[in-house]
């Protein structure tokens, strides 16, 4: 299953809502998660099963969507939130990531 | 708390076998509600899956990769292995052990292998 996020690239400034999306080649119910990585870091788990915020994530990161189309919203950024972000499915085998979208500050 | 520790040699000439092993802490490598399981990240093609398994379960392993890759489980020493055979540059990346439960997921630091003679 193909992943493809966009855009590639978001610029916005602190404060701000940052909305990315994900879609899939095919349907992945709801086995969606996505991920956040900063340079020299392994990416972190942000969102399980499209919405569920895993544990230790702050209530500004909320994931909606089904089927084939997704998004991850930062309700409003922090300076800490400008990062690589991942979409990634597990509904087949072999689990696929997205390309990813950079969020980077205006 | 969990903590994984990936370590192998950071350079591997082409054709030969790539080796990693991933030291584990805060769990046993044989609770069966863990899932362990390699991923790579290459610098332009980004995350794959490598494989996966579970003590006492089957192993799955990508179908790009199967039949180079291999992934065992150690109970003696709590650490998971990845033995990835004649590789290429194709093969340069940064190398990740995680673990997945239903209590959450954790993934290693990551070692950089190069592919290179």
């Known amino acids: 299953i193909v992943l493809t996020q966009s855009p590639a690239t978001l610029s916005l400034s602190p404060g701000e809502r940052a909305t990315l999306s994900c879609r899939a080649s095919q349907s992945v119910t709801d086995s969606l998660f996505w991920y956040q990585q900063k340079p020299g870091q392994a990416p972190r788990l942000l969102i399980s099963y499209t919405s569920s915020r895993a544990t230790g994530i702050p209530a500004r990161f909320s994931g909606f969507g089904s089927e084939t189309d997704f998004t991850l919203t930062i309700s409003s950024l922090e300076p800490e939130d400008f990062a690589l972000y991942y979409c990634?499915?597990?509904?087949?085998?072999?689990?696929?990531f997205g390309q990813g979208t950079r969020l980077e500050i205006k | 708390q969990v903590y994984l520790q990936e370590s192998g040699p950071g350079l591997v000439k082409p054709s030969q076998t790539l080796s990693l092993t991933c030291s584990v802490s805060?769990?046993?490598?044989?609770?069966?509600?863990?899932?362990w399981s390699w991923i790579r990240q290459h610098p332009v093609e980004g995350l794959q899956y490598i494989g996966s398994t579970r003590y006492g379960g089957g192993t799955d392993y990508t179908p790009s990769l199967e039949g180079r890759v291999t992934i065992s489980i150690d109970t003696s020493k709590n650490h998971l292995s990845l033995r990835l055979t004649a590789v290429t540059a194709a093969d340069t990346a940064v190398y990740y052990c995680?673990?997945?439960?239903?209590?959450?997921?954790?993934w290693g630091q990551g070692t950089l292998v190069t592919v290179s003679s």
């Open positions: 805060g769990v046993s490598i044989n609770n069966r509600d863990y899932f």
């Open positions: 995680v673990t997945s439960s239903d209590w959450g997921e954790y």
């Open positions: 990634r499915q597990r509904n087949e085998w072999p689990s696929t």
